[in-house]
C-alpha cells in the first residue's frame, strides 16, 4: 500500500515538474523536491522499489533543473 501511494505522489510531482522546465517557471521546483522527498520517504518504507525509484528520478530532474536555473529560475 505504501508503495502505491509513494507511486501516486511520485507521478503528480512528475506531472508538476513538466511546466516547471518553461523558463521563468522553475521556482516550481521549490515545491515539487519536497513533495518528491515524501514519496521517497513513502518508497522507502515500502518492500517494493518502484516508487521509490520514481521520486528519485523526480528529486534528482527537480535538483538538476534548479541548478541551471540558478535557484530561481
Known amino acids: 500500500m505504501l508503495n ?5 505522489i511520485g507521478v503528480f510531482a ?3 515538474a513538466i511546466p516547471a522546465f518553461i523558463p521563468l517557471l522553475g521556482w516550481a521546483n521549490w515545491v515539487i523536491v519536497p ?3 515524501v514519496g521517497l520517504a513513502l518508497g ?3 518492500g517494493r ?5 520514481l521520486n528519485i528520478v523526480v528529486i534528482v530532474v527537480g535538483v538538476i533543473r534548479l541548478m541551471l536555473g540558478g535557484g530561481i529560475l
Not at 522499489?49 to 525509484?53: D, E, I, Q, V
Request: proline content about 0%; cysteine-free; glycine content about 6%.
Open 4 to 8: 502505491l501511494l509513494s507511486l501516486v
Open 35 to 37: 513533495i518528491a522527498i
Open 44 to 46: 522507502a518504507m515500502s
Open 49 to 53: 522499489t518502484s516508487g521509490r525509484n
Open 14 to 16: 512528475l506531472v508538476l
